[in-house]
């Protein structure tokens, strides 16, 4: 979704500015679906109806039909990996900012190898789509956004959980944290300075474990993953990197 988050002010200023209510709900029934009301999306987000609109018009420059499905958001999420993990993507990929903070704090990675950022597309894909509809619509993606840019350090921390809670049950295991960590390593390529040791998402997720799993039961649940998120000095920086995003 990192591209559909670049495209949005960039594309957008392009055009001319619009005030024009009914010019913006002509624009709105051209789609197959029709986002909610702009009142009511103010009421649920954070952001001001000339935000909405704003999101709105990127949103559908990138997604014309008003839904997107997971072929298609593999597709636009992966126009920002085309070169593997440099460490400007840390900055650039909100969502990701947990793991990539672990990833990237003790060295600089980059690649020239083509990445594959498929597998962690689809963990994102699921993360934003929270009804299991298979498809992810504007108030999905805005409710979101309003989450992870404006929301409280409490819940962007919940929403990060569910991503790695991949089977929804409340808990987050090894399986599911060893799978989010070798997505996250494919999206970075496979060929990194300094080179990645063919362990080190095992590495990575035994570490997560030893900080967050506070009773040592093999699982990680919602408080026990908030509670050591606030403990670290580095994962709370990284949650205030997108507040003025947009």
């Known amino acids: 979704m990192g591209a559909v988050v670049g495209t949005l002010t960039m594309q957008t200023k392009s055009r001319r500015p619009s005030s024009d209510k009914a010019d913006d709900d002509l624009e709105m029934t051209m789609v197959c679906h029709r986002p909610e009301g702009l009142d009511q999306l103010e009421a649920q987000t954070n952001f001001s109806k000339r935000e909405l609109q704003v999101l709105y018009r990127g949103f559908k420059n990138e997604c014309p039909s008003g839904v997107v499905n997971e072929d298609t958001f593999k597709q636009i999420y992966s126009q920002f990996f085309p070169h593997g993990g440099e460490e400007r993507v840390c900055v650039e990929m909100f969502t990701s900012v947990l793991v990539f903070v672990s990833v990237f704090h ?119 993953f908030i509670l050591s998120c606030q403990e670290d000095e580095n994962i709370m920086r990284s949650l205030q990197l997108f507040e003025n995003v947009i």
Do not use: C
């Open 106 to 224: 003790h060295s600089s990675s980059s690649s020239s190898s083509p990445a594959d950022a498929s597998t962690y597309a689809h963990f994102l894909f699921n993360a934003f789509d929270t009804g299991n509809t298979g498809s992810i619509k504007f108030e999905d993606f805005v409710t979101a956004l309003s989450i992870l840019l404006r929301g409280s350090i409490t819940e962007k921390l919940q929403w990060t959980f569910n991503l790695y809670d991949i089977n929804r049950d409340g808990y987050i295991n090894k399986d599911e944290m060893t799978d989010i960590v070798r997505a996250i390593y494919d999206m970075m390529g496979k060929y990194t300075y300094p080179a990645l040791k063919t362990d080190a998402p095992k590495q990575h997720v035994d570490a997560f474990f030893q900080k967050m799993d506070k009773n040592r039961d093999g699982v990680v649940t919602l408080d026990e």
